[in-house]
């Protein structure tokens, strides 16, 4: 996923991670970097999870990718679905009889147990009295079928994680409801930044501010942070205005991401505008692609003919608006480093 190129064409592999962007709309992601979105349907569809099983160990142990807060995210419905059958013969229930084991799994103080057990029977045939560990494959994977309608197995949409063919604005070159659209993004950054100094800032070691790393979470969550929140973190902040209002991110923590633009979800601007992304680079500049090496990312809040203004994060170790220079250079006139993209979300 570090890698400037695009994905490869094709259809999604395996999936090695999972997470959700927005209600109801869970992001699935290959280790080529192509991924899926599953939107709609019911929770248990969407997580791939049929027994909705909540995050943790066991689930994770159990081949998880990710989780929706509360739930466990499941690379498919095979692995979702063993998932179930493993919990089933772990020591806290395969001494148990089916209807003390459902009545475990599906306790009363969350469910009908009663009926959730005497359905499992009625589908099965399994004898409510069986104990678990004299039962065979096939009425594990009798319990686990009917346990996936119970919980409500219901398909929606897959659908590809592109970026919205745009209504285009001839004069301005960008999607025509950009500028509404930009408050989106905006309204989130300002939020962050009104916070108190020290919830939207590094703090000093051994402490690391949870809500820096929440912004590694949503923009990357395939990314080890870890240098905590002391990690450049302007990307993983301005991919969190993003994604939590509904745009495409760039699943990636660096500043170059941007400048990647791999799915082609930004349009390329000639300049800044408010709200765009600017891109800030650091020498050298002799890769073109920009595959490795520093940089800056945050929103246009307003510009000269020399420098431009963005409120970013890891801005002096906080959140805040800070004025950059379009151009620097040293005192032997070297570049030491430069905005080298001005960029706006595809928005329909």
Not at 75 to 91: F, N, S
Not at 224 to 241: I, L, Q, R, T
Not at 270 to 283: D, E, L, T
Request: hydrophobic share 40%; aromatic share 10%.
């Amino acid at each position: 996923m570090d890698d400037p190129s695009p994905p490869p064409a094709g259809a999604p592999g395996e999936f090695v991670h999972a997470r959700s962007i927005a209600p109801k709309t869970i992001l699935y992601t290959d280790a080529d970097g192509r991924d899926q979105i599953r939107e709609g349907g019911s929770r248990s569809w969407r997580n791939c999870n049929p027994g909705n099983i909540r995050k943790g160990d066991f689930s994770r142990n159990c081949g998880a990718i990710g989780d929706d807060g509360s739930f466990a995210i499941f690379p498919d419905e095979t692995v979702g679905k063993a998932a179930i059958i493993a919990l089933m013969k772990t020591a806290a229930y395969i001494r148990l009889t089916l209807k003390n084991a459902i009545f475990r799994y599906a306790p009363p103080s969350e469910n009908n147990s009663e009926a959730y057990a005497r359905f499992i029977h009625d589908k099965t045939g399994i004898a409510l009295d069986a104990v678990l560990s004299d039962l065979k494959a096939d009425d594990f994977r009798r319990i686990a079928n009917t346990i996936q309608i119970i919980e409500g197995w219901k398909p929606g949409i897959i659908r590809a994680n592109a970026p919205p063919a745009p209504l285009m604005n001839a004069k301005i070159g960008v999607a025509s409801s950009a500028a509404s659209a930009t408050q989106d993004w905006m309204a989130i950054a300002r939020r962050e930044a009104a916070l108190p100094l020290r919830e939207r800032s590094q703090w000093p070691d051994p402490g690391e501010n949870p809500r820096i790393l929440n912004y590694f979470k949503v923009c990357a969550p395939w990314f080890e942070v870890a240098g905590g929140d002391e990690v450049d973190w302007c990307a993983a902040f301005v991919n969190y205005c993003l994604v939590t209002s509904g745009h495409m991110g760039t699943d990636h923590p660096g500043a170059r991401s941007f400048f990647w633009n791999k799915k082609n979800q930004f349009h390329v601007l000639s300049g800044p505008q408010p709200g765009a992304i600017a891109v800030r680079r650091y020498a050298p500049f002799t890769d073109p692609k920009w595959t490795t090496g520093n940089g800056h990312v945050g929103f246009v809040v307003s510009w000269t003919s020399t420098t431009v203004t963005l409120l970013g994060g890891n801005q002096s170790n906080t959140v805040c608006e800070k004025t950059f220079p379009l151009l620097e250079k040293n005192s032997s006139g070297a570049k030491q480093s430069e905005f080298v993209a001005f960029l706006m979300p595809v928005i329909v």
